[in-house]
T-cell receptor, first 115, second 112 residues
Framework: GAVVSQHPSWVICKSGTSVKIECRSL??????MFWYRQFPKQSLMLMATSNEGSKATYEQGVEKDKFLINHASLTLSTLTVTSAHPEDSSFYICSAIRDLNTEAFFGQGTRLTVV | GEDVEQSLFLSVREGDSSVINCTYT??????LYWYKQEPGAGLQLLTYIFSNMDMKQDQRLTVLLNKKDKHLSLRIADTQTGDSAIYFC????????????FGAGTRLFVKA
C-alpha cells in the first residue's frame, strides 16, 4: 500500500508555543489530506479536510485560527497548533487519498504533549 | 446517535474466531472499512468492502455486509495474540465530498 509519513512522531512543548506537524505522502500525489484528533481510548475525530492549493474545510467546533492547516503541495500538508494549551495534548493523525474513489492511507500519528 | 456504532470490548481465546460487529446509519455510504490500531500507532487499513458487495474474504479476514440492516462485521479466523488491538469500523459518506466517519473502536483482547 501507499505510504504516508508524519513528523514528528511525538513532541513535547510548553504552553503558549506553537507546534507544526507534517504529513507527507511518500509515493503518491494526494489530492486531499485529512487531519484527525484522537483522545485516549476514543475514536478519531475529523478536524479538517485539506485540498492542495485551497483553504482547508474545518469540522464544526474546530477553531481554524488555532489549528492552522496548509496544503502547499500534492505531497505535503502541515498542521500547526498555535498557542498550545495542555488540553491540546492528544494524538493527531493525518490521512491522504489519491482521489475520491480510493481508500485513505494513514500516517503513524503524532503524540503531542503540552506542559 | 452516533453514525457508526461498535461494541467497545471483545475477549477471545487464541485459536478461536473473533467477530467484531458494527452498525452504520448512512445508506449512501459507498465504502466501508476496517482499520487496526496498535498501541501508540496510526491506523492500518485491514480491508474494505464496496457497498454493493455482501462478503469479502482476505486470508483470515472475512467481512460481511448486510446493507438492509446497515450491519457490518469482521471475522478473524484463528485469532492470534498479535491480533490484540483496537479495530475501527468506518464508513465513507457520500456527501458531495469525501468524509470518513469512524466508530469508537472495539478493543480486542486475545488470551493465550
Amino acid at each position: 500500500g501507499a505510504v504516508v509519513s508524519q513528523h514528528p512522531s511525538w513532541v513535547i512543548c510548553k504552553s503558549g508555543t506553537s507546534v507544526k506537524i507534517e504529513c507527507r505522502s511518500l509515493d503518491f500525489q494526494a489530492t486531499t489530506m485529512f487531519w484527525y484528533r484522537q483522545f485516549p481510548k476514543q475514536s478519531l475525530m475529523l478536524m479538517a479536510t485539506s485540498n492542495e492549493g485551497s483553504k482547508a474545510t474545518y469540522e464544526q467546533g474546530v477553531e481554524k485560527d488555532k489549528f492552522l492547516i496548509n496544503h502547499a503541495s500534492l505531497t505535503l500538508s502541515t498542521l500547526t497548533v498555535t498557542s498550545a494549551h495542555p488540553e491540546d495534548s492528544s494524538f493527531y493523525i493525518c490521512s491522504a487519498i489519491r482521489d475520491l474513489n480510493t481508500e485513505a492511507f494513514f500516517g503513524q500519528g503524532t503524540r503531542l504533549t503540552v506542559v | 446517535g452516533e453514525d457508526v456504532e461498535q461494541s467497545l470490548f471483545l475477549s477471545v481465546r487464541e485459536g478461536d474466531s473473533s467477530v467484531i460487529n458494527c452498525t452504520y446509519t448512512d445508506s449512501s455510504s459507498t465504502y466501508l472499512y476496517w482499520y487496526k490500531q496498535e498501541p501508540g500507532a496510526g491506523l492500518q487499513l485491514l480491508t474494505y468492502i464496496f457497498s454493493n458487495m455482501d462478503m469479502k474474504q482476505d486470508q483470515r479476514l472475512t467481512v460481511l455486509l448486510n446493507k438492509k440492516d446497515k450491519h457490518l462485521s469482521l471475522r478473524i479466523a484463528d485469532t492470534q495474540t498479535g491480533d490484540s488491538a483496537i479495530y475501527f469500523c468506518a464508513e465513507k459518506k457520500d456527501t458531495g465530498g469525501f468524509k470518513t466517519i469512524f466508530g469508537a473502536g472495539t478493543r480486542l483482547f486475545v488470551k493465550a
